[in-house]
């Protein structure tokens, strides 16, 4: 409940102190100052559970009646946790960055702390109506920061885009809701309230399950709903792109398993077959077509449905294994993407052959970009390994469709091609006669990639760091 609190009212702390912020620098410091503060307080809620109950999962009061609109425990704590990490990373590599988009860098810090509200509402939410408002306030701050760049007309297209296809999805997820509330017995916009115990589904709540999987499956770029995100993250700034295909797509994968797990999970074998063709053609589009990528911002593009695919196993399995899996996919993709969108920005070509000689040029970038791309193609003694492992072992303990299994193998071998073509650009390439001093980096920055890269290899040798928390 703290991150949600929190993240809103510092929101509007950054919103209104623009008018007092001088230096755009000032800015930056409350940001992070501001997030340190709700990361202790999310951390302290993890450890230390609510005072009038004893044990680790709780729910909270929301409104007179006693309804519990709220669910908390140490799963979506410990996930809360992870991102609020990973987005105080975003903060110390790309403040500068941000600076440089606009004018208005304590608004831009403002919309990132309302979309955090939504990633905690969308992390916890318990009935229908919360996961609506979740979504919401997730996504609308997003249309905004996509056209921030008002002088560049591909921000322009990819926000007006990004808002008509999120505005169409968000009308489908509505009409989902009003079919499932209107065909449950019991009446009600609760998850755990609607009645599917006796394993049939109602013809209401059937078409409402399916409205919702393609509305969800829009809100995670998951094929074949995933026809915005090239668009949408080649023309945002890039800045901003590396936010949200991070924080914002794993919100979205833990709002989808705790709704079709709660709401839908005793009817799992009805629709998981649904899921299984939506993850191959998840996993098959967001591959090949990164194959044929020029620039690197693309290709991240269609690598991040791809990653999306591999996402999908947990709700295709819906097991413990899965859960835990998910969270660690979470924090590997997210560190991992973070750190090469960061160094991207700094390039001034966005081009494969950009990265060429970057290894004599920059070698701590060039190191620690290959960490990120590993761990992204899924190489032993990474977190991006851990965690396609505990996917592929997720769909196998389930059972079922052992060919999605090796599809999704398959895939990832595919993957490694047009991720080793940048390191191979690195490493093995002559590039510009650029002097070192000639880049814009600071060894703070650098500093800061090596940490990132070094929890990314602390995560894939010892995973547990994260999974035991979320039976804390």
């Not at 979740?134 to 996504?139: D, N, R």
């Not at 998910?326 to 001034?348: C, D, E």
Request: hydrophobic letters at 55%; charged letters at 10%.
């Amino acid at each position: 409940m703290n991150a949600i609190i929190l993240t809103a009212v510092w929101g509007i702390v950054m919103m209104f102190g623009g008018v007092f912020f001088k230096k755009k620098t000032t800015a930056l410091y409350w940001a992070v100052a501001g997030l340190v503060l709700v990361l202790a307080l999310n951390c302290y809620e993890l450890v230390q559970p609510a005072w009038f109950l004893n044990k680790t999962e709780y729910r909270v009061l929301f409104n007179i009646d006693v309804k519990e609109m709220l669910h908390f425990n140490s799963f979506n704590l410990t996930f809360i946790s992870i991102m609020l990490v990973c987005t105080l990373f975003y903060f110390l590599l790309n403040g500068r960055d941000i600076e440089k988009v606009g004018d208005s860098v304590s608004e831009y810090f403002a919309l990132i702390f309302f979309v955090l509200c939504g990633v905690s509402i969308a992390a916890t939410f318990n009935t229908l109506l919360t996961l609506f408002l979740g979504i919401e306030i997730m996504s609308i701050p997003l249309y905004i920061l996509t056209g921030s760049d008002k002088r560049n007309l591909k921000s322009n297209e990819a926000a007006l885009k990004y808002f008509l296809m999120g505005s169409f999805s968000t009308g489908i997820m509505l009409m989902g809701i009003a079919f499932v509330y209107g065909g449950n017995s019991n009446g009600s916009f609760f998850i755990d309230a609607i009645n599917l115990g006796d394993g049939k589904i109602p013809p209401l709540v059937g078409v409402g399950l399916v409205f919702l999987l393609i509305a969800m499956a829009f809100k995670v770029s998951a094929a074949p709903f995933h026809f915005w995100t090239p668009d949408v993250y080649d023309g945002a700034p890039t800045v901003f792109t590396s936010f949200m295909a991070t924080i914002v797509k794993a919100a979205g994968f833990i709002a989808f398993i705790r709704l079709f797990e709660n709401a839908f999970g005793k009817v799992h074998l009805q629709w998981q077959a649904l899921i299984a063709v939506i993850t191959a053609a998840t996993l098959l589009i967001g591959n090949i077509t990164a194959v044929f990528q020029q620039s690197v911002k693309r290709m991240l593009a269609y690598s991040s449905i791809a990653q999306a695919g591999f996402m999908l196993l947990a709700i295709f399995a819906m097991n413990e294994t899965a859960k835990e899996g998910l969270v660690l996919y979470a924090a590997a993709y997210s560190l991992a993407t973070i750190g090469i969108f960061a160094i991207l920005i700094k390039m001034n070509d966005y081009t494969i052959d950009g990265f060429n000689g970057l290894a004599k040029q920059q070698p701590v970038l060039a190191v620690t970009a290959a960490v990120f791309l590993l761990s992204l193609t899924g190489i032993p003694l990474t977190a991006g390994f851990q965690a396609k492992f505990f996917m592929l072992v997720a769909a196998l303990k389930n059972g079922h469709q052992h060919w999605l299994v090796v599809f999704a193998v398959l895939c990832a071998a595919v993957s490694a091609y047009y991720y080793f073509k940048i390191i191979q650009a690195i490493f093995f390439k002559e590039g510009s006669d650029v002097a070192a001093n000639d880049w814009d980096i600071s060894n703070g920055f650098k500093i800061l990639l090596i940490i990132v890269s070094m929890l990314i290899i602390l995560l894939g040798l010892f995973p547990t760091l994260i999974t035991e928390w979320l039976h804390y």
